[in-house]
């Protein structure tokens, strides 16, 4: 369900992002379960570093 990205955005990936990308896909052997402990996890993750990740672009 998860995994990296290195193809052919990255140059825009880079500009956007600085380069770093985590790329998620639900297919038909992911459940509804799954999907949302991804973005509970999500959400908790970006609780975590959304202030140090905001207070680095300044």
């Known amino acids: ?10 140059p825009l990936v880079t500009e956007l ?3 770093e ?4 896909s639900a ?3 992911n459940d509804v379960s799954e999907i949302e402990r991804f973005y509970q996890a ?4 970006l609780a975590w ?3 140090v990740a ?5």
């Open 17 to 19: 992002a600085g380069g």
């Open 27 to 29: 297919y038909l052997y």
């Open 21 to 24: 990308i985590l790329r998620v």
């Open 49 to 51: 570093i959304g202030p």
């Open 42 to 45: 999500l959400d908790e993750l």
């Open 1 to 10: 369900m998860i995994g990296g990205l290195n193809s052919a955005p990255m």
């Open 54 to 58: 905001v207070g680095a672009r300044r």
